[in-house]
């Protein structure tokens, strides 16, 4: 009984759709072209226009199925208004009346419209025809179709395979869909609707967080059109996983395109290094300020309140793993400190200045007195007048071929483990500082990564305390054992004195022409200004790394913007330190035109007589006087040693002017 109720039922529901979908088409006509009357818009619209109230029709296994309204006013002002309906449901062929609307076979569902293909078949026809040029937007959306199949929307939805976990029509309506022209106020209006489009559809819990967030309360309560909507964060077609790398790489970036004075400061962080360079495991924006719940910070609920930071720090800095337990300090640390604002950053403000003075001071010095230097040099040996270099007399005469002692071996390998860790320090370390320069990432890459790359600097880093600690000791124990003989300012200390004043001046005179080169005696005063320069170096390089190596224990008894300083100080004298040892050094050593275009004196730790009575006449002199000469002569290296002097110094020059070169590419992308 109940079977032949449902069959009249249907029998009866068909035959009216017949006579409605007739009627329409002898009314509308044909507006479709070469579409039959009986299947245009017009008559599509006779049942779902909406207007009828709620309509069911018989559906698979006798469920009634709803019809889908549109309304007619939304689908005009809407991109597909020009379209015809089987133009996109295209399994509707004819306008038979049966129990399923559309369908011969009442069992078999209306198939589902599939947006991507229709429009990839667009873009493909079009760039076929050679009309891709013509139909720019078609080529976007070809392109938002690509990046919507690799989405976390286009994967598999958990509760029921069969479905993405969001399709087009879950965005956007198709029927009425239309993106505004931009800075228009329909696209502002259209921009306030999207968190709600998100949150009502599908993602509830965050619409929730959201609403009550400083963006939410922009867009939801102020109709501010600037604030962060979803897709700002998670972008429109390729929304990732939010568990995933690449997106807690990227989330940052996208913060910083309203932010971007923070995002600056935060990438000068630690955290914000290792994040440029491509790793996830460093705390992100929404590390410290929530994600969906995102509240003002002078808000005593938000995370970066000054009552809650110390938790919040807490959540990565817990103890556990490979990271200490956050300290007091950490509460007061700048993550968006910055070098422009005295007032609110005074200590970092300072600290940057300093280091501004010293790095202008000392390459605006050195850098003009190479070039005076190089120009002096050239022109005298273009006009012959330092060949010979020295009056061949008596004496040299006697010991001509002879080399004389200026470095011991223990000297020569303290300098080339100073030179291989100071080299290595650099190359392990410039990725952090340059993050965005095109070659840091794969620097990075090359050295295993973040964790081993810092293992390395900071196992460099202890060698090169431990030679500057030992040369401390040898030095002074020295000093000691020959206490009666020592004299400070004598010519083989390395201690300053009014001779260096008065050779520098003399240095300047010759440079323009207007006096001699200088005598000079066993040291020279750029001799020992490369010998002192790192006491002041390793010192502000060496104590601020510690502060940033063992952040726990310094942050238990120093305030949060400690941290902000050692960085300026420790990358700042570290860039110092490079570029002054591979332009200035190199040049007094390698490069000026009576080295070129290579020095091994330090390599081979001996240099010919005749060099050195040139290069130190007043220690020559005084030598000869006291009859200590002739201790001091060896033989000349063999040219085996030679010539594998020659080769490691041109090797570390080498490798010092790829750094440099590196450095430098960092420096400019920086700017």
């Not at 088409?25 to 017009?42: E, F, H, Q, T, Y």
């Not at 929730?208 to 867009?219: C, F, L, N, P, R």
């Not at 990227?250 to 290792?274: D, P, R, V, W």
């Not at 001799?527 to 390793?538: L, S, T």
């Given at each position: 009984?109940?079977?032949?109720?449902s069959?009249?039922?249907?029998?009866?529901?068909?035959?009216?759709?017949?006579?409605?979908?007739?009627?329409?088409?002898?009314?509308?006509?044909?507006?479709?072209?070469?579409?039959?009357?009986?299947?245009?818009?017009?008559?599509?619209?006779?049942?779902?226009?909406?207007?009828?109230?709620?309509?069911?029709?018989?559906?698979?296994?006798?469920?009634?199925?709803?019809?889908?309204?549109?309304?007619?006013?939304?689908?005009?002002?809407g991109?597909?208004?020009?379209?015809?309906?089987?133009?996109?449901?295209?399994?509707?062929?004819?306008?038979?009346?049966?129990?399923?609307?559309?369908?011969?076979?009442?069992?078999?569902?209306?198939?589902?419209?599939?947006?991507?293909?229709?429009h990839?078949?667009?873009?493909?026809?079009?760039?076929?025809?050679?009309?891709?040029?013509?139909?720019?937007?078609?080529?976007?959306?070809?392109?938002?179709?690509?990046?919507?199949?690799?989405?976390?929307?286009?994967?598999?939805?958990?509760?029921?395979?069969?479905?993405?976990?969001?399709?087009?029509?879950n965005?956007?309506?198709?029927h009425?869909?239309?993106?505004?022209a931009?800075?228009?106020?329909?696209?502002?209006?259209?921009?306030?609707?999207?968190?709600?489009?998100?949150?009502?559809?599908c993602?509830?819990?965050?619409?929730?967080?959201?609403?009550?967030?400083?963006?939410?309360?922009?867009?939801?309560?102020?109709?501010?059109?600037?604030?962060?909507?979803?897709?700002?964060?998670?972008?429109?077609h390729?929304?990732?996983?939010?568990s995933?790398?690449?997106?807690?790489?990227?989330?940052?970036?996208?913060?910083?395109?309203?932010?971007?004075?923070?995002?600056?400061?935060?990438?000068?962080?630690?955290?914000?290094?290792?994040?440029?360079?491509?790793?996830?495991?460093t705390?992100?924006?929404?590390?410290?300020?929530?994600?969906?719940?995102?509240?003002?910070?002078?808000?005593?609920?938000?995370?970066?309140?000054?009552?809650?930071?110390?938790?919040?720090c807490?959540?990565?800095?817990?103890?556990?793993?490979?990271?200490?337990?956050?300290?007091?300090?950490?509460?007061?640390?700048?993550?968006?400190?910055?070098?422009?604002?005295?007032?609110?950053?005074?200590?970092?403000?300072?600290?940057?200045?300093?280091?501004?003075?010293?790095?202008?001071?000392?390459?605006?010095f050195?850098?003009?007195?190479?070039?005076?230097?190089?120009?002096?040099?050239?022109?005298?040996?273009?006009?012959?007048?330092?060949?010979?270099?020295?009056?061949?007399?008596?004496?040299?005469?006697?010991?001509?071929?002879?080399?004389?002692?200026?470095?011991?071996?223990?000297?020569?390998?303290?300098?080339i483990?100073?030179a291989?860790?100071?080299?290595?320090?650099?190359?392990?370390g410039?990725?952090?500082?340059?993050?965005?320069?095109?070659w840091?990432?794969?620097?990075?890459?090359?050295?295993?990564?973040?964790?081993?790359?810092?293992?390395?600097?900071?196992?460099?880093?202890?060698?090169?305390?431990a030679?500057?600690?030992?040369?401390?000791?040898?030095?002074?124990?020295?000093?000691?054992?020959?206490?009666?003989?020592f004299?400070?300012?004598?010519?083989?200390?390395?201690?300053?004195n009014?001779?260096?004043?008065?050779?520098?001046?003399?240095?300047?005179?010759?440079?323009f022409?207007?006096?001699?080169?200088?005598?000079?005696?066993?040291?020279?005063?750029?001799?020992?200004?490369?010998?002192?320069?790192?006491?002041?170096?390793?010192?502000?390089?060496?104590?601020?790394?510690l502060?940033?190596?063992?952040p726990?224990?310094?942050?238990?008894?120093l305030?949060?913007?400690?941290?902000?300083?050692?960085?300026?100080?420790?990358?700042?004298e570290?860039?110092?330190?490079?570029?002054?040892?591979?332009?200035?050094?190199?040049?007094?050593?390698?490069?000026?035109?009576?080295?070129?275009?290579?020095?091994?004196?330090?390599?081979?730790?001996?240099?010919?007589?005749e060099?050195?009575?040139?290069?130190?006449?007043?220690?020559?002199?005084?030598?000869?006087?006291?009859?200590?000469?002739?201790?001091?002569?060896v033989?000349a290296?063999?040219?085996?040693?030679?010539?594998?002097?020659?080769?490691?110094a041109?090797?570390?020059?080498?490798?010092g002017?790829?750094?440099?070169?590196?450095?430098?590419?960092?420096?400019?992308?920086s700017?």
């Open positions: 009984m109940h079977t032949t109720r069959s009249l039922r249907a029998t009866f529901a068909g035959l009216v759709a017949s006579l409605l979908i007739a009627s329409s088409a002898l009314a509308g006509g044909n507006k479709g072209g070469d579409v039959p009357a009986a299947l245009d818009n017009a008559t599509c619209q006779t049942c779902h226009d909406g207007k009828k109230g709620k309509l069911d029709v018989p559906g698979a296994e006798g469920k009634p199925r709803a019809l889908h309204s549109i309304a007619p006013d939304a689908f005009a002002k991109v597909h208004a020009k379209m015809e309906c089987i133009a996109c449901h295209t399994d509707i062929k004819d306008n038979a009346a049966t129990a399923n609307a559309h369908q011969k076979d009442p069992q078999q569902a209306v198939k589902k419209v599939d947006c991507a293909s229709c990839q078949d667009l873009w493909d026809k079009a760039q076929k025809e050679g009309k891709a040029t013509e139909k720019p937007r078609l080529g976007v959306v070809a392109q938002n179709i690509d990046l919507y199949k690799k989405s976390f929307h286009a994967r598999p939805n958990t509760d029921d395979k069969t479905k993405p976990n969001a399709s087009c029509d965005c956007h309506d198709t009425s869909f239309n993106v505004p931009a800075n228009s106020p329909e696209r502002a209006a259209w921009r306030l609707g999207v968190s709600t489009n998100c949150g009502e559809n993602h509830t819990d965050q619409l929730e967080a959201y609403t009550d967030s400083i963006h939410g309360k922009e867009v939801l309560e102020k109709h501010n059109p600037k604030s962060a909507v979803c897709t700002d964060c998670h972008s429109s390729a929304v990732s996983n939010t995933g790398d690449p997106f807690k790489v990227a989330i940052s970036a996208q913060c910083g395109t309203c932010h971007e004075a923070n995002f600056a400061s935060y990438k000068a962080t630690y955290h914000g290094q290792i994040s440029t360079l491509g790793y996830a495991y705390a992100k924006c929404y590390n410290c300020h929530g994600s969906h719940d995102i509240l003002k910070a002078d808000d005593p609920n938000s995370k970066v309140h000054a009552d809650n930071r110390m938790k919040t807490e959540t990565c800095h817990s103890g556990k793993k490979d990271l200490a337990k956050a300290p007091a300090g950490f509460a007061t640390f700048q993550p968006h400190g910055h070098a422009g604002d005295f007032k609110r950053y005074p200590e970092i403000w300072i600290a940057f200045q300093i280091m501004v003075q010293l790095l202008v001071g000392t390459f605006g050195f850098w003009l007195h190479t070039l005076l230097w190089f120009y002096r040099e050239w022109k005298e040996r273009q006009q012959n007048r330092n060949k010979p270099h020295i009056k061949v007399d008596d004496l040299l005469a006697k010991h001509a071929g002879k080399h004389i002692q200026r470095f011991s071996p223990i000297w020569r390998l303290a300098h483990t100073f291989l860790s100071l080299m290595i320090l650099t190359l392990t410039m990725p952090l500082f340059y993050p965005d320069a095109p840091a990432s794969a620097i990075m890459t090359a050295l295993g990564g973040p964790h081993i790359a810092g293992a390395i600097h900071r196992v460099c880093a202890v060698i090169f305390a030679v500057f600690f030992w040369h401390l000791f040898y030095m002074v124990w020295g000093i000691m054992r020959d206490w009666k003989n004299k400070f300012f004598g010519p083989n200390s390395m201690i300053p009014l001779k260096d004043g008065y050779d520098m001046l003399g240095m300047f005179k010759w440079f022409g207007m006096g001699p080169r200088p005598q000079f005696d066993r040291w020279t005063y750029w001799e020992k200004f490369d010998y002192w320069a790192p006491f002041w170096g390793v010192t502000i390089i060496g104590v601020s790394g502060v940033m190596w063992l726990g224990v310094f942050g238990s008894f305030p949060g913007w400690v941290f902000n300083v050692a960085a300026i100080f420790h990358g700042e570290a860039f110092l330190a490079v570029v002054f040892l591979f332009t200035v050094h190199f040049f007094n050593n390698h490069f000026r035109p009576d080295k070129f275009p290579v020095e091994v004196v330090m390599f081979t730790g001996t240099f010919s007589i060099e050195f009575k040139h290069e130190h006449p007043l220690e020559y002199q005084r030598l000869v006087e006291s009859g200590e000469l002739e201790s001091r002569l033989d290296p063999s040219p085996g040693k030679l010539g594998a002097a020659k080769a490691l041109f090797v570390l020059i080498a490798c002017l790829t750094l440099l070169t590196l450095v430098g590419i960092g420096f400019f992308t700017l």
